[in-house]
């Protein structure tokens, strides 16, 4: 009697503590399996969208003087693309929401990779911004649709590093064409083509191509997810329900309230004073680093290669890092100044051996901050509203990738250097690590995001 009594009481103890222990497994295979089927995929449809939106940074140093294109005229025409991006935003992913994330993001890519390709006729510089500007508006919403869409798949707590795992895309996609530009410039003269012509068309073509890899390999939720078990999608539904019950904005706001909340301007201004900063050095990083250690293409392309690679490095560390201690303002703070300090130098130096480091640890310091910036919006957004304000807050970044190539090709035609230009990036740097801190505070005085904070960092 008394030995199956106490046999009753152990099983009826042991009981929760296994339930949790199933639970926390099926969890783990859910998220694995998510993180190896559709990361990869992502990541690799951002590295050709990335590619094709600054491979112009490389054809540049031929197509200018090609097509005799000054720094303003080429400035203008590279920020055209962002015009078009920011216009189409909000409505791409509404139309992510109506035909579903398959569908879209395929239509995304096939669209981008077939005009990205198309910049090979390019003869005028009204050739060159409508071509640009069609660009844009292909693309737009491939990125708030994707983070949109990891939001289906991955809890608040393994947000940034799901959006590193696929971001990572960005600072590789330095390292791909770092090490191919030299050898795609190098190209020109066969079959009556410049390198330049080469390089957007054989890596135009991959793009659209991998379209049809798109609407293979992402299902457009975990229920039409073949490869989850019963189990663990109604893991993933009890998890995510929980997460969007959460947000200052969830389920239930409308896309307008959300295309209004503050909070989605605040991380909108955030991102567009820190993209302002980015795209400036972006577009002309090859022919600054060309201009001041007078190394060939290749060795350029080489050296904005290696950048990459730290890049990738420091957003996987800092996104880790940002996870585990539940915290992400500082994680994106920090790195703002950094970037502020790193234009600062190489704007007042001149000798390579300042210039090439200082502007290094401008690229590595933005790719670092990428994936805690990015789970902040996740934070007070999911649902409809998630899609909306997204879009919205992408729709004012996007306006950054005008005015920061704009800025730097008018102060070189203007002073005849890209210092003055440089220097001019530690403002909206600053401004960036302001916004975040602004946005802070607001999010720590709203007590449904203060309990969605918490609940993160005890995870």
């Not at 940034?160 to 390292?175: D, E, G, N, Q, T």
């Amino acid at each position: 009697m008394t030995g199956d009594s106490t046999h009753d009481v152990y099983a009826t103890t042991a009981r929760p503590a296994d339930e949790e222990s199933r639970l926390k497994r099926i969890g783990e295979s859910a998220q694995r399996k998510a993180s190896l089927r559709l990361l990869p995929v992502i990541g690799v449809g951002y590295l050709l969208a990335y590619m094709d939106r600054i491979n112009i940074s490389f054809a540049s140093l031929q197509m200018n003087r090609d097509l005799h294109f000054s720094a303003s005229v080429y400035g203008f025409g590279a920020g055209l693309f962002f015009i078009g991006y920011a216009l189409s935003e909000v409505p791409s992913n509404l139309m992510l929401l109506k035909f579903g994330a398959r569908a879209w993001l395929t239509r995304i890519m096939l669209t981008w990779g077939l005009l990205a390709a198309a910049m090979m006729f390019v003869r005028t510089p009204l050739e060159f911004n409508v071509l640009r500007f069609l660009l844009g508006m292909a693309e737009a919403g491939f990125y708030p649709g994707v983070v949109y869409y990891l939001t289906l798949w991955f809890p608040l707590d393994m947000r940034a590093r799901a959006v590193s795992r696929f971001y990572i895309a960005l600072p590789l996609s330095s390292v791909a064409m770092g090490v191919v530009a030299g050898w795609l410039l190098g190209l020109g003269g066969k079959l009556g083509l410049a390198g330049w012509q080469w390089l957007f068309l054989l890596e135009g073509l991959p793009a659209a191509a991998f379209s049809l890899v798109i609407w293979k390999m992402l299902p457009d939720n975990p229920q039409k997810a073949a490869w989850l078990t019963a189990e663990e999608k109604a893991w993933l539904e009890r998890k995510l329900k929980a997460d969007s019950e959460k947000a200052h904005l969830g389920h239930s706001a409308g896309v307008t309230q959300a295309l209004l909340s503050p909070k989605v301007w605040m991380i909108g201004a955030y991102f567009l004073c820190a993209l302002t900063a980015n795209y400036a050095y972006t577009f002309y990083a090859p022919a600054i680093f060309q201009g001041v250690t007078g190394w060939s293409t290749t060795h350029v392309g080489y050296l904005v290669a290696c950048f990459g690679l730290a890049g990738a490095a420091a957003m996987l560390v800092n996104s880790a890092h940002s996870d585990r201690r539940g915290e992400r303002s500082m994680h994106c703070i920090i790195p703002c100044l950094v970037m502020a300090a790193g234009f600062l130098i190489a704007s007042f130096a001149s000798a390579p051996w300042l210039v090439v480091p200082a502007l290094a640890a401008t690229f590595v310091a933005f790719t670092a901050m990428l994936g805690p910036a990015n789970a902040v919006p996740m934070q007070f957004l999911a649902g409809r509203a998630a899609a909306a304000g997204l879009a919205a807050m992408n729709t004012i970044t996007m306006f950054a990738g005008f005015v920061g190539p704009y800025w730097m090709g008018v102060m070189k035609d203007y002073t005849g250097s890209y210092q003055a230009g440089l220097r001019g990036l530690t403002l909206p740097s600053l401004l960036a690590a302001g916004a975040m801190f602004a946005l802070t505070r607001n999010l720590a005085r709203s007590p449904i995001a203060a309990s969605a904070s918490l609940a993160q960092e005890t995870v």
